[in-house]
């Protein structure tokens, strides 16, 4: 399994926050998830928050169209993209250091 699914309509991405971070950046693989250092605390969804900011960023999508459905709370996330976004943007995410 991938740290991400993605179809004609729908990205899904699997990944491990670790928040509190200095900077918000990108980790590397860490088994079937991508892992994220996150530049805000775990608290009253901050980190969640800045989780999608990042994604949307990076990604090139509207912040609306991300979700995370799975982990609210947990480091672990599953996120739904309501659209599809284009595999090689999400390699090139994967290795960003």
């Known amino acids: 399994m991938s740290w991400y ?12 926050v670790v928040p509190g971070a200095h900077t918000t950046q990108v980790m590397g693989l860490l ?3 991508l892992k994220i250092r996150i530049a805000a605390p775990p608290e009253k969804g901050k980190a969640n ?9 990076q ?3 509207a912040k609306q ?5 799975f982990g609210d709370t ?5 996120i739904l993209i309501t659209e599809s ?8 995410l994967a290795f960003t250091e």
């Open 5 to 16: 699914r993605n179809n004609e309509t729908t990205t899904q991405l699997f990944i491990k």
């Open 31 to 33: 088994g079937n998830r």
């Open 49 to 57: 928050k800045e989780l999608v900011s990042f994604l949307a960023r």
């Open 59 to 61: 990604l090139d999508v």
């Open 65 to 69: 169209h991300i979700a995370i459905t």
């Open 74 to 78: 947990i480091p672990e996330k599953n």
């Open 85 to 92: 976004v284009n595999t090689a943007v999400l390699e090139r």
